[in-house]
């Protein structure tokens, strides 16, 4: 079965710029989490979104937020970059009624420069 | 708050030497602990899930054990293919029912033939 896509793989933006990523999750699959990893900080929780509401939210200021779909597909948008927020951003799905951990996608590499 | 602790941050051993890896945690109602592999540039790649402790899980080279205050990876006989960096994270139960995850910084192991 298909797993989780991401898009796209790679951006380079330039700070004060806003950016979109793009999370498909599994079929089947209504809870979708976004990941900021960076080398020191490892990774860190944005936000979770299930049946197109925002159920948990992490430590990150107002720049960063999300939405989710019907289709369960997910979009983060993050406004007047900085180059901070360079990092690898990462979605993950999972089942709500048999929560089994995640699996993720391969991410989307953003360069704020 | 929950916490995660990895450790040690990296890892080198001769293809052969057997090895573990630590994830000490601190969580209020733990539900499961998870480990994870993720490979440079890709979406960490889920391993195993434990739930309980004395429970084991084990894939080929690699066993997980879980106590109630930390789990370990054993890496027996490891070969070049085992190098990435190992993720240990902790499901527990956050406040309006959600699933609430922490993950540790990780583990950077190398395999030198």
């Known amino acids: 079965k298909a797993g989780v896509t991401q898009t796209p793989r790679y951006l380079i933006k330039t700070r004060g710029q806003q950016v979109t990523l793009s999370c498909s999750p599994i079929s089947g699959h209504r809870s979708v989490s976004w990941y900021q990893q960076t080398p020191g900080q490892g990774l860190q929780f944005l936000f979770e979104y299930f049946s197109e509401t925002q159920r948990n939210k992490g430590n990150f200021p107002g720049r960063f937020s999300g939405r989710q779909f019907s289709n369960s597909r997910s979009e983060m948008n993050v406004s007047t970059l900085e180059l901070g927020d360079s990092a690898l951003y990462l979605c993950?799905?999972?089942?709500?009624?048999?929560?089994?951990?995640?699996?993720f996608g391969s991410g989307t590499r953003l360069t704020v420069v | 708050e929950d916490q995660v602790t990895q450790s040690p941050e990296a890892l080198r051993l001769q293809e052969g030497e057997s090895s573990s890896l630590n994830c000490s945690y601190t969580?209020?109602?733990?539900?499961?602990l998870f480990w994870y592999r993720q490979d440079p540039g890709k979406g960490p790649e889920f391993l195993f899930t434990l739930y309980s402790a004395g429970e084991e899980k084990e894939k080929e080279r690699l066993k997980a054990t879980l106590t109630k205050k930390e789990s370990f990876l054993h890496i027996t006989a490891p070969k070049p293919e085992d190098s990435a960096t190992y993720l240990c994270?902790?499901?527990?139960?956050?406040?309006?029912?959600?699933?609430?995850?922490?993950f540790g910084t990780g583990t950077k192991l190398q395999v030198i033939p």
């Open positions: 993950a799905s999972s089942l709500e009624a048999e929560w089994d951990g995640y699996t």
């Open positions: 969580v209020s109602g733990l539900r499961g």
């Open positions: 994270a902790v499901q527990a139960a956050g406040s309006g029912g959600y699933q609430k995850v922490t």
